[in-house]
């Protein structure tokens, strides 16, 4: 397996060409009435977009268990998202893992709330490494070890996490923002959603909440063929599971002293200038 690249980024090779991500990039019009999760791959986006879908219909679950998620809230970078360019009607939810420079730039004059999901990178690596050593689409780290190298040159789909990270901080102040993590979710997820209701102006009773908590669980979602990638047949591009473990902290079953080391290193080097208490690990 290969990368696919286009505009110096490593993308997944999911079968279709540099020249659909590079037009859905350039020319997917963001209108004020989208909501966009945007995230660095294995940062919980899945979970955030259950929240979402849940949130949307008041915690009823008919729609996250009738329609697959990629439909729910599609991809901007993907052949489905460049068939939605040429669509007038398409979903308002839309998800991506573009870096800040390659996103369309109309969302910059849109008013369309961005929820930007980060989570610790060690956390990111761990989860990254099991999903492409399985999967089916992309080069296979053969260890942690070679893994971890590739990670911290950014040479894995969709690039540097430093650089995505960097890229997309520099939205934080905009009032149609919302930075959220993964930690914040696991560590309270009825007071996230609560703000994440609040950032969209969403009201819901405490029935209501609490059926989106207990629906966007791990074991539930787990369990939800619509969200699991079940749906797809053995043969097709996700092959690895999308709820693997689910916790904060696994990389430290995976790191060695020396691995942690290193990254802390290259993590203070690659984040200098950034107010600590800006990200809730470390
Ligand atoms: P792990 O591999 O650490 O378990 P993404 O959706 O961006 O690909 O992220 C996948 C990661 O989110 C995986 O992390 C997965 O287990 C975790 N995840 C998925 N659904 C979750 C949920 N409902 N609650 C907590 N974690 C979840």
């Given at each position: 397996?290969?990368?696919?690249?286009?505009?110096?980024?490593?993308?997944?090779?999911?079968?279709?060409?540099?020249?659909?991500?590079?037009?859905?990039?350039?020319?997917?019009?963001?209108?004020?009435?989208?909501?966009?999760?945007?995230?660095?791959?294995?940062?919980?986006?899945?979970?955030?977009?259950?929240?979402?879908?849940?949130?949307?219909?008041?915690?009823?679950?008919?729609?996250?268990?009738?329609?697959?998620?990629?439909?729910?809230?599609?991809?901007?970078?993907?052949?489905?998202?460049?068939?939605?360019?040429?669509?007038n009607e398409r979903?308002?939810?839309?998800?991506?893992?573009?870096?800040?420079?390659?996103?369309?730039?109309?969302?910059?004059?849109?008013?369309?709330?961005?929820?930007?999901?980060?989570?610790?990178?060690?956390?990111?690596?761990?989860?990254?490494?099991?999903?492409?050593?399985?999967?089916?689409?992309?080069?296979?780290?053969?260890?942690?070890?070679?893994?971890?190298?590739?990670?911290?040159?950014?040479?894995?789909?969709?690039?540097?996490?430093?650089?995505?990270?960097?890229?997309?901080?520099?939205?934080?102040?905009?009032?149609?923002?919302?930075?959220?993590?993964?930690?914040?979710?696991?560590?309270?997820?009825?007071?996230?959603?609560?703000?994440?209701?609040q950032f969209l102006?969403?009201?819901?009773?405490?029935?209501?909440?609490?059926?989106?908590?207990?629906?966007?669980?791990?074991?539930?979602?787990?369990?939800?063929?619509?969200?699991?990638?079940?749906?797809?047949?053995?043969?097709?591009?996700?092959?690895?599971?999308?709820?693997?473990?689910?916790?904060?902290?696994?990389?430290?079953?995976?790191?060695?002293?020396?691995?942690?080391?290193?990254?802390?290193?290259?993590?203070?080097?690659?984040?200098?200038?950034?107010?600590?208490?800006?990200?809730?690990?470390?």
């Amino acid at each position: 397996y290969e990368f696919l690249w286009c505009e110096g980024l490593p993308f997944p090779d999911s079968g279709f060409s540099s020249e659909v991500i590079k037009e859905a990039c350039t020319k997917f019009v963001i209108k004020d009435e989208d909501t966009v999760t945007v995230s660095y791959p294995k940062s919980g986006t899945h979970w955030l977009i259950e929240i979402l879908c849940l949130i949307h219909s008041k915690g009823d679950t008919k729609w996250i268990q009738s329609v697959p998620i990629w439909e729910r809230s599609p991809w901007i970078e993907t052949d489905r998202g460049y068939k939605l360019l040429k669509e007038n009607e398409r979903p308002n939810f839309l998800s991506s893992h573009l870096p800040f420079h390659l996103f369309p730039k109309s969302l910059f004059t849109s008013k369309a709330k961005v929820l930007y999901l980060m989570r610790n990178p060690k956390d990111v690596l761990a989860s990254g490494y099991y999903f492409w050593a399985t999967s089916k689409f992309s080069i296979k780290p053969e260890s942690l070890e070679q893994y971890f190298k590739w990670f911290i040159q950014g040479n894995v789909p969709y690039g540097s996490w430093f650089e995505h990270i960097r890229g997309w901080m520099s939205m934080r102040h905009r009032e149609n923002v919302l930075l959220l993590s993964y930690e914040e979710l696991q560590k309270d997820p009825r007071s996230t959603i609560e703000k994440i209701c609040q950032f969209l102006g969403k009201k819901l009773n405490p029935e209501e909440l609490d059926s989106v908590l207990k629906n966007s669980s791990f074991h539930v979602m787990k369990q939800n063929k619509m969200s699991n990638y079940e749906m797809l047949p053995e043969s097709s591009m996700i092959h690895s599971p999308i709820a693997r473990k689910g916790i904060c902290g696994d990389w430290k079953n995976h790191f060695t002293v020396a691995q942690d080391e290193a990254f802390h290193k290259v993590y203070q080097e690659k984040m200098a200038g950034f107010p600590k208490d800006l990200f809730p690990w470390e």
